[in-house]
Nanobody, 121 residues
Framework: VQLQAYGGGLVQAGGSLRLSCSAS????????MGWFRQPPGKEREFVAH????????FYADSVKGRFTISRDNRKNMVYLQMDSLKAEDTAVYYC???????????????WGRGTLVTVSS
């Protein structure tokens, strides 16, 4: 199983960034996909998840209305569109996968390498 997040970088507060995650080594359409983040000096936290067929999404309160998760099952990709970014969104962002829906928000089976997002105020 391989998950690789990319697209991070430096952006000014109020700006936008789109993260991508490529997946391989498992049946992508069987899995819920999620995004987590770990701010500097803090614990990793849940950001968003999307169901296998993209009909259901769920967001942490801190990003609701600003971030949008999506997936392309033809390409085995999941995305996180981040708008109206704030300094507190600065973190390493990780994508994750699990075929057990309750687990995707808590302790997914598979994790990818993260990508750093830095929001300057």
């Amino acid at each position: 199983v391989q998950l690789q997040a990319y697209g991070g970088g430096l952006v000014q507060a109020g700006g936008s960034l789109r993260l991508s995650c490529s997946a391989s080594g498992f049946t992508f359409t069987d899995y819920f996909m999620g995004w987590f983040r770990q701010p500097p000096g803090k614990e990793r936290e849940f950001v968003a998840h999307i169901s296998w067929n993209a009909r259901s999404t769920f967001y942490a309160d801190s990003v609701k209305g600003r971030f949008t998760i999506s997936r392309d099952n033809r390409k085995n990709m999941v995305y996180l569109q981040m708008d109206s970014l704030k300094a507190e969104d600065t973190a390493v962002y990780y994508c994750a996968a699990d075929n057990d829906p309750p687990a995707i928000r808590v302790d997914p089976d598979y994790w990818g390498r993260g990508t750093l997002v830095t929001v300057s105020s």
